[in-house]
């Protein structure tokens, strides 16, 4: 056999209606004689009705080849719509840990249900050559895929792309580039594909409020995606039998050594947190394959960010679209924002097609509901719904054009409303019935940790008593459940009990006290802050949470705002000057929650939010590149002269 050599890094595949991440799949792996049995099972009964070709090599116009599995049924007196998955991750079929195919249900049921189904791995991933660059792929690759599957002689030259996270971020921008071929694509928990929407400049997830979400150091270090060359060097001549017997034979995935990320996520400067981790120089903290800037030095709206596979509004999708989401993803907001800016600017009959669904679920979570769903430590109920029935319908319909009577039932928008913990529907996203209800910021300028004075009240003050904290880079907030992925394992997602945060004498806390009544939040939620400082430049942390009358803290949503970014991400940065009172206006956050009556809506007013967002050395200075903070005092003003506010999307009933 020939030679090679392979340095990715990777982890498990996931396809059809996601189960799990790859970081879940990855930890499920086990050696069960049970479970290595029903795999070789389902093997056997997939080369029963399924033509199965694996290590496809297709080449790209720059000569470049990707490689693909391909599952089509055996009745070849028919052609078949396509079910295509691209992504960085291994899918290779034969899992060389439990020495036998991986499960291969997806693929499985794809060929039941009359559809080929296409994995393919991105460039420099895996079998497939050239250079991987974080969305930063070609998008010409996506057009030689797609004319190279309506090509083939058995296909009815329709498409339709699948996935989540990764192996969902590309279809954005390969949706609008309005190929033939492509009919319609289901993306799931794809934020990071979103590079600019609206008032959200998160460069697929790169900021939010435009500091550095650090999820991203961990994840590409994890999985191998920092490097600018992963992919094994095989003969270009290797035949399609060779390749085979070597994803067979050989373990593509190299395993980094474990990382404790609580540590190493402490180190500064920012830019040489990899490197400090042996990592070897990539798109993180080097120029990149395509000769942007590395990712750590770029601002919000570098003009790197527009270079690659990122989409932006500019962009406009024109094919049938089902948006998978959840409330405790990394970027529910943008998610929403760009599932209405393609219902706003697509074809009027395309744009009644697109349809949104919001579990209350981590990051490609969806599956993990069950009777009793738990996030973080939150009972959300019974979360479930029949995402394969609704995958196939939908499929069906868009590319066999077949009736589906489960699209029939599908609302526009079907979200989950956590608290009363039942599914909902609407036609829009915020609900038509959704209306601003602001609640204040008050306090007799105390309002420092739970046991302060801090209120929510219905009117301002009408006087400012500034509420003022110190904020410590060194000893930052720490992240305690929240909307994210990829931090490791000292760090939990979702709903977690918030009062060992609150006890913390530079978190502010105000409160409404018991609510008379029940109210229902669905929709936007705005933060108007009024602020201070003694630093050049400084963050502002926001947490909204419920109150259970036991006193339980769930949080519902974060966000952070780096004052330097308060006049827009596309106008330079601007310092602050000590003791002058800013307006800082947050980005929306997103959220469907029933606070019952006699709970309470409390908001957390802080600076940091450490390691979900890089800390604020409060310099002024690029803060990447820099190794000693400046300690500050900040504070929050609250008056009718500086209304500091939150205003909730309440659904009137």
Aim: one cysteine or more; aromatic letters at 10%; glycine letters at 8%.
């Amino acid at each position: 056999m020939p030679k090679f050599t392979a340095c990715s890094r990777a982890v498990a595949f996931c396809c059809l209606a996601v189960a799990l991440s790859p970081l879940a799949i990855a930890q499920a792996r086990t050696a069960d004689p049970a479970v290595v049995a029903k795999r070789n099972a389902t093997e056997k009964e997939l080369e029963s009705v399924a033509i199965i070709e694996r290590k496809v090599m297709i080449p790209m116009r720059d000569g470049k080849r990707m490689q693909a599995d391909i599952y089509r049924p055996k009745d070849t007196s028919k052609k078949y719509p396509i079910i295509f998955s691209r992504t960085p991750y291994n899918f290779n079929y034969w899992d060389v840990t439990l020495g036998a195919p991986r499960d291969m249900s997806a693929e499985l049921e794809a060929v039941k249900h009359g559809y080929a189904l296409i994995e393919m791995n991105e460039r420099g991933r895996f079998y497939s050559e050239g250079d991987y660059d974080i969305l930063g792929t070609p998008l010409t690759d996506s057009d030689d895929e797609l004319n190279w599957m309506g090509a083939l002689p058995w296909s009815a030259d329709k498409v339709g792309l699948i996935g989540c996270s990764s192996t969902a971020e590309w279809q954005l921008s390969v949706a609008s580039r309005g190929n033939k071929a492509l009919a319609t694509f289901i993306p799931e928990s794809f934020g990071a594909g979103v590079g600019r929407v609206g008032p959200y400049y998160e460069q697929g997830n790169w900021f939010r409020g435009g500091a550095f979400q650090m999820l991203f150091a961990t994840w590409l270090y994890d999985y191998g995606l920092e490097q600018t060359g992963g992919a094994p060097n095989f003969p270009p001549n290797m035949s399609q039998k060779d390749l085979v017997a070597a994803a067979k034979s050989y373990d593509l995935a190299a395993h980094p050594p474990t990382v404790d990320w609580a540590k190493a996520l402490q180190h500064l400067p920012v830019k040489d947190i990899l490197s400090a981790v042996d990592a070897p120089p990539g798109i993180y903290d080097t120029t990149t394959p395509s000769g942007q800037p590395a990712m750590i030095v770029r601002t919000p709206n570098d003009p790197a960010w527009y270079k690659g596979g990122l989409w932006n509004d500019s962009q406009r999708i024109n094919i049938p679209g089902l948006w998978m989401m959840t409330w405790y993803d990394v970027s529910t907001a943008p998610n929403l924002a760009a599932y209405n800016q393609v219902r706003k600017t697509a074809d009027p009959a395309v744009a009644s097609e697109q349809y949104a669904i919001i579990a209350p679920m981590p990051h490609c979570g969806y599956k993990r509901a069950s009777e009793k769903t738990i996030v973080g430590e939150r009972d959300m109920g019974d979360a479930r719904l029949d995402y394969d029935a609704l995958t196939f319908g939908w499929f069906d319909h868009f590319l066999k054009g077949e009736d589906s009577p489960v699209l029939d039932k599908q609302p526009k928008v079907k979200y989950y409303t956590m608290g009363s913990n039942k599914w909902q529907s609407s036609d829009t996203w915020p609900p038509k019935d959704a209306k601003p209800v602001t609640y204040y910021f008050s306090s007799g300028g105390a309002a420092n940790s739970l046991y302060g004075d801090g209120k929510l009240t219905a009117t301002p003050d009408a006087k400012d008593a500034p509420d003022k904290f110190v904020y410590d880079p060194m000893n930052a907030v720490p992240t305690h459940g929240g909307g994210f992925c990829c931090l490791g394992t000292d760090y939990k997602p979702g709903a977690v009990d918030q009062r060992p945060i609150e006890a913390r004498n530079d978190v502010l806390v105000y409160s409404t006290g018991p609510l008379k009544d029940g109210i229902e939040v669905s929709g936007p939620i705005d933060v108007t802050l009024y602020v201070s400082s003694d630093a050049k430049d400084t963050d502002f942390t926001i947490k909204v949470i419920e109150v259970l009358p036991d006193g339980t803290a769930y949080n519902i949503d974060e966000n952070i705002q780096r004052v330097r970014y308060r006049e827009g991400y596309d106008k330079p940065p601007v310092r602050m000057e000590k003791g002058k009172v800013y307006k800082v206006t947050l980005q929306p956050m997103q959220t469907s929650n029933y606070f019952a009556a006699g709970h309470e809506l409390r908001v957390e007013v802080s600076s940091s939010n450490f390691p979900r967002y890089d800390r604020n050395l409060n310099t002024g200075g690029n803060n990447y590149d820099e190794s000693k903070p400046v300690v500050a005092t900040n504070e929050i003003h609250h008056s009718k002269q500086y209304p500091s506010s939150i205003t909730l999307s309440v659904v009137q009933k």
